[in-house]
C-alpha cells in the first residue's frame, strides 16, 4: 500500500500534463492543487515555467525553451504559452529579444541596476556610481528586523553598509539587512571583490533573485550618522526609503533602509 501511494504521488504531475487543455480547464488546476477557484490556462503554464526558474532548471541570463518545445512539454497550444511568457515578461522575470528567443532575467545586466534604484538626475537620466563599502558583519537579528524577514529573534543576520556615489555627490547611504543562512560565506572580502550590483552577486553567487520589493518613503532629517556617510548637516533633508525585497514564492530575504540626498536628483516611481 505504501509502495503503491508513493507511485501515485510521483505520477501524479505526470498525468495531469498528460490531459489535455479542455481536460485541464473542466477539472483540476496545473500545479495549483489546492487553488479554490478557476485558474485560466496560461496562468497554470505560467506558475509551471515560473517553478522552473525557481528550481534553478533554466539559469539567470540563460535561454528557456522555444514557444513550441514548451507547447508540447505541457500539452497546450503555443499561443497559450506565449500568453504566459509575455505575462512572465512584464513582471521582469523573463527577457525577450528579438531574434534570439527568451531568457531568464538577470540583475548582472547593466540594464537591470535601476530597476531597484529609482533615484534619477534632474534631467530624468539613470547616472553610473559607484559603491563604497563601509561595513559587512553577523550578528543576531533585532526584533524589529527578524519580524519583515520571517526570521525569529535572535537568529544570525549579516548588516551590510555602504555609500553610492554619482560623479563627486555621495547621494545614497544604505543599511542592508540579510538572513545569515541563506548568505552563508558573505563577508567584507567576497563584496569588495564583486564589481557588479549588488543583487547580481546575491543572485549568481547565492542563488538568490530579487523578483520584487515593497517600499515605504518619507521625508526626514538626517542624524549625525548618516550626515557623516552622506557628508552632509545634520538636520539635512532626506529622503528616507524603508524596503523589503522577495525572491520567488514571495519570500523576504532583504530588508534595506536607504537614506537619499535629493538636492539634484528625485525618486521615480511607475505606477500601473
Not at 483540476?28 to 490556462?41: N, R
Not at 525553451?65 to 499561443?79: D, F, H, I, N, T
Not at 519580524?147 to 543599511?175: C, H, S, W, Y
Not at 543583487?199 to 533573485?209: A, I, M, N, Q, S
Amino acid at each position: 500500500m505504501n509502495a503503491l501511494c508513493s507511485n501515485t504521488r510521483m505520477n501524479r504531475s505526470s498525468t495531469i500534463l498528460s490531459k489535455s487543455p479542455a481536460e485541464i480547464a473542466s477539472s483540476e488546476q496545473i500545479g495549483l492543487p489546492h487553488a479554490p477557484t478557476f485558474s485560466p490556462l496560461y496562468q497554470q503554464i505560467k506558475a509551471l515555467i515560473t517553478q522552473s526558474l525557481e528550481a534553478g532548471e533554466w539559469k539567470p541570463g540563460a535561454p528557456i525553451p522555444s514557444e513550441v518545445e514548451l507547447a508540447a512539454r505541457y500539452k497546450v497550444s503555443q499561443g497559450t504559452v506565449r500568453k504566459a511568457i509575455s505575462v512572465l515578461a512584464a513582471e521582469n522575470l523573463l527577457v525577450r529579444r528579438q531574434g534570439k528567443g527568451t531568457f531568464v532575467a538577470t540583475h548582472s545586466e547593466a540594464r537591470a541596476q535601476f530597476r531597484f534604484l529609482r533615484l534619477l538626475s534632474e534631467e530624468g537620466a539613470s547616472t553610473a556610481y559607484a559603491s563604497h563599502l563601509l561595513e559587512c558583519r553577523r550578528l543576531r537579528a533585532p526584533a524589529e528586523i527578524a519580524r519583515p524577514l520571517e526570521l525569529k529573534p535572535n537568529e544570525p543576520v549579516i548588516l551590510i553598509k555602504r555609500t553610492l556615489q554619482f560623479g563627486e555627490l555621495v547621494a545614497v547611504f544604505d543599511e542592508i539587512w540579510l538572513p545569515g543562512n541563506l548568505f552563508r560565506g558573505l563577508t567584507p572580502e567576497r563584496l569588495a571583490a564583486y564589481h557588479g550590483p549588488l543583487y547580481g552577486l546575491f543572485e549568481t553567487e547565492f542563488g538568490t533573485r530579487m523578483i520584487r520589493a515593497s517600499e515605504k518613503i518619507r521625508a526626514l532629517a538626517a542624524d549625525a550618522v548618516v550626515a557623516a556617510a552622506l557628508r552632509v548637516a545634520p538636520g539635512h533633508p532626506l529622503l528616507n526609503v524603508e524596503r523589503v525585497s522577495y525572491t520567488y514564492g514571495d519570500k523576504p530575504v532583504e530588508v534595506r533602509r536607504g537614506w537619499y540626498v535629493t538636492d539634484t536628483f528625485y525618486y521615480q516611481n511607475d505606477l500601473s
